[in-house]
């Protein structure tokens, strides 16, 4: 979702984003794919539609691959509306494994993999450490790693991943 909104953003003037992106919201938030064609609809009609054509359009093209996302029940939306941990992750991994070439077994490249995670753990937990005690705007330190980054009504969210797909959740839990 946040690649599609900045993607619609492109072309929209830096004063008119806010309007713009709220504009956008119902579509994205919308209980039902019926819903959210109506909102694309009232947005492309809205002056805002018609000053930035370039923005429903990025609507329309990702339509098929947007849909998908109206499946999932709200609180487990939240959760997913970003993937900007799971992509540090992988870029943080990339940079450890990216200068090895290959590895003599499988069970190297995932003691690489786990010892990194590991480090990245420590660094974030030490600035963690540093920010304790100040304000929340104040705070730079990123969220728990290995543990699990905090989200809000995370409970509820594995609770409806746990409805939806009870196959692949339930033996975890």
């Known amino acids: 979702m946040v690649h599609l909104i900045r993607a619609s953003m492109r072309f929209v003037a830096y004063q008119d984003r806010k309007k713009v992106a709220a504009a956008?919201?119902?579509?994205?938030t919308a209980p039902s794919e019926d819903v959210a064609?109506?909102?694309l609809a009232e947005f492309e009609a809205s002056n805002l539609g018609q000053k930035y054509p370039s923005t429903a359009a990025t609507w329309a093209n990702s339509w098929e691959r947007f849909i998908p996302f109206l499946q999932f029940p709200p609180m487990l939306r939240?959760?997913?509306?970003?993937?900007?941990?799971?992509?540090?992750?992988?870029?943080?991994l990339r940079k450890v494994t990216k200068n090895?070439?290959?590895f003599p077994s499988t069970d190297a490249a995932v003691k690489l993999l786990w010892l990194a995670i590991c480090n990245i753990e420590d660094k974030r937990a030490a600035e963690r450490a540093?920010?304790?005690?100040?304000?929340?705007?104040?705070r730079k330190a990123q969220g728990r790693l290995v543990e699990g980054q905090i989200v809000t009504n995370w409970n509820q969210a594995l609770a409806q991943l746990a409805a939806a797909y009870p196959d692949r959740i339930n033996p975890y839990l």
Do not use: C, M, W
Not at 24 to 28: C, F, S, T
Not at 130 to 138: I, L, S
């Open 37 to 39: 064609r109506q909102a």
């Open 24 to 28: 956008l919201k119902p579509i994205y």
């Open 130 to 138: 540093r920010d304790h005690g100040k304000p929340a705007g104040q």
């Open 100 to 102: 090895r070439g290959h």
């Open 78 to 92: 939240k959760v997913i509306y970003t993937t900007n941990s799971i992509e540090s992750l992988n870029f943080q």
